[in-house]
């Protein structure tokens, strides 16, 4: 247990299954490429198996991708993310030392109030939908190989009860809720750090409604423990020195966890120039059905690799989304300049 890219023989069983009772998932559907097997090996394991709640599962998953318009979730901007980082300081920073990317949150800042005021719980959930595929199909790939998971550090010093409530536990179940329902077992590990003393109340509470596979992946840490646990995980350099590491990105920040926070350090950086400029990158994969597919595959391989794009068929390459995309400007000449 622990890694999708392993399929157990049990698991390859229920995925032939699967592709027998669900059109979407044959070869003949536009869906197909995403649904690979190790894609579907998540939902096996979300559901323990069983393969009559797998088949629900992914049912639901596919008419939310199709309810959402998944296929064209990398349009979405939004634009009100800096204000939304003020109350809710979150991001990408590193990888860990397995290889997988870490993402941090921290919850002291959290105002439900002014949350509500920047934004919507519907932007938001398009804005952490487009996340997900960000990481699913441009972070992990350029990770090392094999990785398809993440590490979450969620940072609660100087949070107190009062943080959590009611709206703010409506945006923390909304984002959790898409998180589970579509996007299961890409949770690699999950630090919670810098626990208030009424946490341990809390946790008893919730941990009975938490799946046990999920339980053993979560380390709950006290501040005196969470520079030593952290650095047992992850080298100084990939850490943000407010979490015990040597970090920090923009040293000109007036606070650092900002800096760290917003810089999206990560492999997915240092190697493709391009990718820090989202808006062209991202436009570069095209998702599923009404867009085609293609992209997926090349994402699926190393960075290197993405310059073997002549195997893309030419009906294919002459697509719009891969002509917007840059797939082509990006991959094969020298990054842009802005
Ligand atoms: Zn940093």
Known sequence: ?????????????????????????????????????VYLNRFVRARQYKLNDVIIMVNNHIQWLREFNVADIMEFRFEELEQFRTVYPHGYHGIDKVGRPIYIERYAKMNADYLHKITTL????????????????????????????????????????????????????????????????????????????????????????????????????????????????????????????????????????????????????DTMPDLHDKDEFVSCVDYGESRGSFAIEHFHTPVGTLTNLPSVTEEKSQRKGAQRFGLFSCCRSPPRKH
Request: proline share 7%.
């Open 122 to 269: 519907d932007r938001i959930a398009k804005y952490w939908v487009r996340g997900y595929e960000i990481l699913l199909y441009q972070r992990f790939p350029v990770c090392r190989p094999g990785i398809t998971q993440s590490t979450v550090i969620l940072d609660l010093a100087g949070v107190r009860l009062s943080t959590f409530d009611s709206r703010a536990r409506e945006f923390l179940r909304l984002i959790s809720k898409i998180s589970s329902d579509n996007y299961p077992e890409t949770l690699g590990a999950m630090f919670i750090v810098n626990v208030p003393s009424f946490f341990s109340i809390v946790y008893n509470v919730a941990k009975p409604f938490i799946p046990p596979e999920t339980k053993r992946k979560i380390h709950v840490v006290t501040a005196k423990n969470v520079k030593a646990e952290l650095l047992k995980h992850i080298d100084q350099d990939q850490l943000p020195a407010f979490l015990g590491g040597e970090c920090v990105c923009d040293s000109n920040s007036t606070t650092d966890d900002r800096g760290c926070l917003s810089s999206d350090k990560g492999p997915w950086r």
């Open 1 to 37: 247990m622990g890694d999708p890219t392993v399929i157990t023989e049990a698991s390859r069983e229920i995925i032939r299954k699967l592709r027998e009772q669900i059109p979407e998932l044959q070869p003949t559907s536009p869906l197909y490429i995403r649904f690979d097997d």
